[in-house]
């Protein structure tokens, strides 16, 4: 069936370093992506998204490109801090949850070095 | 309150038992979700309202799961006869008026079945 994934369950990186995370989704009709945040114990949390039309969006230290000719999209992070130690899922419109339900992968785990 | 509220924080129900696990959204959204996760899993949905309406709601495992949301506020999802595999923790997440608002996510209830 259809579905958002993601390609490694776990990123360890340094800190300071860039981190890129990936995600691959198979629905060609979906025209809208979000990447949430998740901390242990806490629920996901919006960062940022990015419609069809556009290739690249920049948020605070963070930028989302979308390669729709391969399907695949990805989350960067700058300069990456202890507080950015979290599970990251990228997300695409779920059929039956109105104009904002969400289909969501099953996460990468991202996890900071000192 | 700023953002979407849910209790109890955890709940442990030995099989068989009923529970209920509420949800406040934030204050006027619409849109009201409630969402699965599995451990080391991504949510999956279960159901979504908008207003006092449940207009989906093909995500809930069995009969046994029900939703409510009478007034189109506070939301319940009551888990009837809980098994084992019942365990997890359920999300509840709410939307704004426009098309692709972000969800924003309460921090979940964790059910711990016995």
């Known amino acids: 069936g259809e579905s958002v994934g993601l390609h490694l369950p776990t990123l360890s990186v340094q800190e300071g370093d860039n981190s890129i995370i990936n995600c691959a989704y198979s629905?060609?009709?979906?025209?809208?992506f979000i990447w949430y945040k998740q901390e242990s114990g806490k629920g996901p949390q919006f960062i940022i998204d990015?419609?069809?039309?556009?290739d690249k969006r920049q948020g605070q230290r963070v930028t989302v490109l979308l390669n729709k000719t391969v399907k695949h999209l990805s989350l960067q992070i700058a300069a990456t801090q202890p507080g950015d130690s979290a599970v990251y899922f990228c997300?695409?419109?779920?059929?039956?949850?109105?104009?904002?339900?969400?289909?969501f992968g099953k996460g990468t785990h991202l996890i900071i070095q000192p | 309150g700023a953002g979407v509220s849910q209790s109890p924080r955890y709940k442990v129900a030995k099989r068989g038992q009923d529970v209920a696990l509420r949800c406040d959204p934030i204050?006027?959204?619409?849109?009201l979700f409630w969402y699965q996760q599995a451990l080391g899993q991504g949510p999956e949905f279960l159901t979504y309202?908008?207003?006092?309406?449940?207009?989906?709601k093909s995500g809930l495992p069995s009969d046994r799961f029900f939703a409510e949301r009478p007034e189109g506020s506070v939301s319940t999802l009551k888990i009837q006869r809980t098994q084992q595999e019942d365990s997890a923790v359920y999300l509840c997440?709410?939307?704004?008026?426009?098309?692709?608002?972000?969800?924003?996510f309460g921090n979940g209830t964790r059910l711990t079945v016995t």
């Open positions: 990015i419609r069809s039309n556009m």
């Open positions: 629905n060609s009709a979906s025209d809208y």
């Open positions: 309202f908008q207003n006092e309406a449940q207009l989906d």
């Open positions: 204050s006027g959204h619409v849109s």
């Open positions: 997440a709410s939307s704004g008026n426009r098309n692709n608002s972000p969800l924003h």
């Open positions: 997300a695409e419109p779920y059929s039956g949850g109105g104009a904002d339900g969400l289909t």
